[in-house]
């Protein structure tokens, strides 16, 4: 006869709120890949996303150290410094961005409000 025992599973389970925690730092890695991805030309409409994706991307980053002192799993730390490596590169990455294009937006903006645009 075999007996069943209910043993606990040796894999740690995550809880919800690390799960979630990894799903927006994917999430906004992914959002901030998509809008820095090579284009023919420099869209200055994207300044504005990247710069509140880097924002978010830092909130990540305190969220990931806050839930740093709550799990003390070794899988479960493991999880949140991979969490808190992909928010660092969102929030990096978008700020380099937005700092070598922001210049030659603003330019481009300033000289569309001193031309006036002909009229026929």
């Given amino acids: 006869m075999i007996v069943e025992e209910n043993r606990p599973l040796n894999r740690p389970k995550f809880p919800f709120r690390l799960l979630s925690t990894g799903i927006l730092c994917v999430g906004t890695f992914l959002a ?67 700092r070598r294009y922001r210049g030659f937006c603003d330019e481009i903006k300033q000289m569309q409000r001193v031309q006036p645009v002909p009229t026929r």
């Fill in 32 to 98: 901030s890949a998509w809008f820095v991805r090579p284009r023919a030309g420099i869209d200055c409409n994207v300044l504005a996303p990247l710069t509140v994706l880097a924002t978010i991307a830092a909130f990540l980053m305190s969220i990931c150290f806050r839930q740093m002192g709550t799990h003390k799993e070794r899988t479960q730390r493991w999880f949140l410094v991979i969490c808190l490596l992909l928010a660092a590169a969102t929030l990096f990455t978008d700020f380099r961005y937005v």
